[in-house]
């Protein structure tokens, strides 16, 4: 039996990144085709986050590593191993917090929403976020002073917004935690490029979302310590129940995994730039634009195009022109946070070169 294509769905040319209610990436056909093997089959599940662990930490360089269901449940069974461990009574108590040490302490400038606020995936946990700092300004002092005011179980860094917060350094808040006895997770759920770097500043935990650049199946990547990793497991028998990996995820994973080892990343990051070199170029020609590249601010290694659009001229802002876009056949996302300063940005890593051909088509054929 042959089931019918989706094809009632819109169309979309994602120039936007790794978005969650666009489906975030896609997968290639190898990877398709791992899932689609083990679909069909049993395993045994321990086997295989054997295996994934195994892996995952040759890939990484860490001890250990398991799988879980994305980041944002990643970062809810890595808080619940802070507070619970190994213990099957604290595990089967979660999120009662009685008797347990609950307070996690993050930098105020990392309450990232992506998609809901972190604290509420840190609160899942029966867990009770303590902030330090203020938005802008956050080191290594205030963080102490919050894990010594408070009955702190570990202490969580989110390292995409490290860029916005330059007085913290990550290693010389590792090691105040350390001092203090607690774990510390970092969340860097985009940041699949750069996990040795992460795992360079001490922390215990490191959590990346397979499905972001690694373009597998929606999955959540720990990693680190071996004791934390297997207690993280342990917590499938807890409030982890809903936040556990399929089979068909880790399997996805275990096929990405083996094709970023066999990038040859100069090469990429060379295809990369030619791409953005010529959208800026042909963009930056068009009335009323003129094209900016800027490198990633976390550290992975591609660029973005951003379009500044001089309203008197294109003929219209950029806010109309984003919503042009979005509403045509394929509807075209893109980075529209800056949208109210007249400016667009372009994430074009996982766009195919025809897919750059038809924004740009379109961008010239609303212009005129
Ligand atoms: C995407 C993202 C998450 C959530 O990851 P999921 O795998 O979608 O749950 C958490 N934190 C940051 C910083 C992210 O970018």
Redesign the pocket.
Known sequence: MKTAPLTSLTEVINARG?F?PLG?SRSSPVVGAAVADILSRYVIMDELQQIASRRLARFSGAEAATVT???????TVSIATAMAGMSPERIAALPDTTGMTNGVVLPAGHC?N??HS?LQ?VRLSGAKPILAGSSRICDASDIERQIEAHNACCLLL????LVQIPSLNFSEAVKIAQKHGIPTII????QDFRIEELLQSGADLV?V????YLMAP???LVIGNKRLVESVRAQEKGIGRGMKASKEAIAGLLACVEEREHLDLDAWKKMQDTKIADFAQRSGEMPGISANIEDDPTGLPFSRVYLSVDAAVAGLDASRLATALKSGNPSIWLIDSEVAGGRLGFELVHASNSEIEIILTRVSEILS
């Not at 269901?69 to 970062?75: D, F, K, R, V």
């Not at 969340?187 to 985009?190: C, F, R, S």
């Open positions: 790794t969650t975030v269901h994305c980041t944002a449940a990643s970062i990232v992506y998609g972190i995936a989110v390292s995409s917004k969340d860097g759920a985009a959590l979302s397979a499905q972001k929606t999955a959540g």
